[in-house]
């Protein structure tokens, strides 16, 4: 069993937060726990949900390029041309 509990002590944990937090505030209150230790070990991995965007946007988009091609960096657009340039050139 995990941490050295056995079947009988984890049955008596699970009882007691049972009657701590009730049976429809338990669920909420280990999601709740399970998001915070996963946000934990992203910010000790140096991920925010920034960095992790991205990432997926960049899977994704190599996920849905052909093989062969290679995605080429977008070209700046071209600043207009005003009046004044065009009689000077």
Partial sequence: MPFGLGFGEMILIFAVLLLFFGAKR????AGG???GI???KRALNGLDEGSLQATNQQQTLAAQAPAGAVAAPAQPAAAPVTQDQQAQG
């Fill in 26 to 29: 338990l669920p909420e209150v």
């Fill in 33 to 35: 726990l399970g998001k």
């Fill in 38 to 40: 996963r946000d934990f």
